[in-house]
């Protein structure tokens, strides 16, 4: 899972494995670090990882702006 973003503090990421988006769990929950002027990249290594919806909560940030520029996940679709 990647994701680029800048002036991001604090990320959670949420999962369900529901047909519908609902019933999501906490899967990460992480404080991340800040680069001044820089695109930042965080990549989260989820082995055995299953998931029908994942849901990103920004929880802080270092301004009153942030931006999110790639969230790429890549896995195997399977019919549920």
Do not use: W
Not at 46 to 62: D, G, H, N, W
């Amino acid at each position: 899972l990647l994701f680029k973003y800048i002036l991001v503090r604090s990320l959670r990421i949420e999962k369900s494995l529901s047909k519908d988006p609902v019933a999501f769990e906490v899967c990460i929950e992480k404080d991340l670090q800040y680069i001044e002027g820089a695109l930042q990249t965080e990549e989260f290594s989820l082995p055995e990882f299953q998931a029908t919806y994942l849901r990103f909560i920004i929880k802080s940030a270092f301004d009153h702006f942030v931006s999110v520029h790639t969230v790429m996940a890549e896995g195997v679709a399977e019919n549920i």
